[in-house]
């Protein structure tokens, strides 16, 4: 149905469409990770076009809509603060910045995705136990940024 880490299509993610990477809460640490590590004001089409390398997006672009939807959300939060660019030519853009906020908030979401991790480890042992089945090894990933070279 699925590969260990990235589904193999669209169609597969609809199959079960709760699978980890519609897990849309995690678009929030993607962006503020994004935003850390380029550690200047950014677009958000530069912040869409680099989340797809995450490894929560896998290669595939995100939807533009939703990671503005997020910025959005950030900025009113106090996370991320935004500012129109215009330039003498061309066209207005706004520029997200990381806030000290957004900076603390990244700082907690390392803990919570370790709380994370040992949650889905018990979901995944309960889930097992559930079907009568021993507990299948924890997938390997086959996304080629985590192959051997």
């Given at each position: 149905?699925?590969?260990s880490c990235h589904p193999?299509?669209?169609e597969d993610m609809k199959e079960c469409a709760e699978l980890g990477k519609s897990l849309s809460r995690l678009s929030q640490p993607t962006i503020l990770i994004i935003m850390a590590q380029y550690g200047k004001p950014m677009h958000g089409y530069i912040i869409v076009q680099k989340a797809a390398d995450s490894p929560m997006f896998g290669g595939k672009k995100p939807d533009a809509t939703g990671?503005?939807?997020?910025?959005?959300?950030?900025?009113?939060?106090?996370?991320?603060?935004?500012?129109?660019?215009?330039p003498e030519e061309g066209s207005a853009k706004r520029m997200f910045s990381l806030t000290q906020k957004g900076y603390d908030c990244l700082r907690r979401w390392i803990d919570a995705l370790a709380c994370y991790t040992l949650t889905i480890e018990e979901l995944r042992a309960q889930a097992a136990t559930a079907l009568g089945i021993d507990l299948p090894p924890t997938p390997v990933c086959s996304h080629p940024r985590y192959e051997d070279d």
């Open positions: 149905m699925w590969s193999r299509s669209d990671i503005y939807r997020a910025l959005k959300r950030m900025e009113e939060a106090g996370l991320v603060t935004s500012e129109w660019e215009t």
